[in-house]
């Protein structure tokens, strides 16, 4: 993707696009993103475990998973069925014990065990997509770059910024609107918005900051009270 692609956005669509990010820069003041890691390897394989369930359930297990296997090839040669009892709380922790196992034969085999800081050798190692990618880069490397997930794509949609699930589309959309500089933080800001306000099923439209900019802000719960309640994980509310 290129932010280069989109050279006649209006200025105004910049303009909004910036008003967004101030006001998710004051709703969310700490934003950062939720999984904990203390390297790139870290990030990578949390980002794998991250798969079908709760990030707090991720960061819970790091720590006891890097104090026994704290290099990608401590990961590559461990004995399945002990790294399988540390990951029982991820779920799935048979398959995910066997893709960390993998991922990290293939870091030591092709990379000597250090997380590639490109795009292309990333997307290249067993089970690491675009998103997984672009978040180690943005997260762990200072790399200008946006993942995209649920949350991102929704919101983007809603915003009107392009049609929702098309990851492509998502991402071009927010590099055309935003400085380089700024892509990690939009990202993240998104995706805490997406998680806390502006939920798939029912966003709290009524206790969104975005509403003013949103074209779909008649979309969610419009009673103030009940936007209120809507609202998850300490996001503040509108006054």
Same mark, same amino acid.
């Given at each position: &993707?290129?932010?280069?692609?989109?050279?006649?956005? =209006? !200025?105004?669509?910049?303009?909004?696009?910036?008003?967004?990010?101030?006001?998710? @820069?004051?709703?969310?003041?700490?934003?950062?993103?939720?999984?904990?890691?203390?390297?790139?390897? @870290?990030?990578?394989?949390?980002?794998?475990?991250?798969? @079908?369930?709760?990030?707090?359930?991720?960061?819970?297990?790091?720590?006891?998973?890097?104090?026994?296997?704290?290099?990608?090839?401590?990961?590559?040669?461990?004995?399945?069925?002990? &790294?399988?009892? !540390?990951?029982?709380?991820?779920?799935?922790?048979?398959?995910?014990?066997?893709?960390? !196992?993998?991922?990290?034969?293939?870091?030591?085999?092709?990379?000597?065990?250090?997380?590639?800081?490109?795009?292309?050798?990333?997307?290249?190692?067993?089970?690491?997509?675009?998103?997984?990618?672009? &978040?180690?880069?943005?997260?762990?490397?200072?790399?200008?770059?946006?993942?995209?997930?649920?949350?991102?794509?929704?919101?983007?949609?809603?915003?009107?910024?392009?049609?929702?699930?098309?990851?492509?589309?998502?991402?071009?959309?927010?590099?055309?609107?935003?400085?380089?500089?700024?892509?990690?933080?939009?990202?993240?800001?998104? !995706?805490?918005?997406?998680?806390?306000?502006?939920?798939?099923?029912? =966003?709290?439209?009524?206790?969104?900051?975005?509403?003013?900019?949103?074209?779909?802000?008649?979309?969610?719960?419009?009673? =103030?009270?009940?936007?209120?309640?809507?609202?998850?994980?300490?996001? =503040?509310? @509108?006054?």
């Amino acid at each position: &993707m290129n932010a280069a692609a989109d050279t006649d956005l =209006p !200025i105004a669509e910049k303009r909004r696009a910036r008003r967004i990010l101030r006001l998710l @820069q004051t709703r969310y003041p700490r934003h950062r993103l939720e999984l904990d890691f203390d390297s790139p390897l @870290q990030l990578l394989v949390a980002a794998t475990l991250a798969a @079908q369930t709760l990030d707090e359930r991720v960061n819970a297990v790091r720590p006891v998973l890097f104090e026994r296997y704290p290099a990608a090839a401590d990961l590559a040669a461990a004995v399945p069925e002990e &790294m399988e009892q !540390i990951l029982v709380p991820v779920g799935y922790y048979r398959q995910k014990t066997r893709n960390v !196992i993998k991922l990290a034969t293939v870091l030591v085999e092709r990379h000597a065990g250090a997380v590639p800081e490109t795009l292309e050798e990333l997307v290249a190692l067993p089970w690491v997509g675009r998103k997984t990618a672009n &978040m180690v880069l943005g997260n762990a490397f200072g790399q200008p770059a946006i993942s995209v997930d649920t949350h991102v794509s929704r919101v983007v949609a809603r915003l009107g910024w392009g049609p929702e699930k098309d990851v492509g589309a998502a991402e071009a959309a927010l590099q055309a609107r935003y400085d380089k500089r700024d892509w990690v933080a939009v990202n993240q800001l998104l !995706i805490l918005h997406g998680r806390r306000t502006c939920h798939s099923r029912r =966003p709290a439209c009524a206790a969104c900051p975005l509403a003013p900019e949103c074209r779909s802000s008649a979309l969610g719960e419009q009673d =103030p009270d009940k936007a209120r309640a809507l609202l998850k994980d300490g996001a =503040p509310a @509108q006054p």
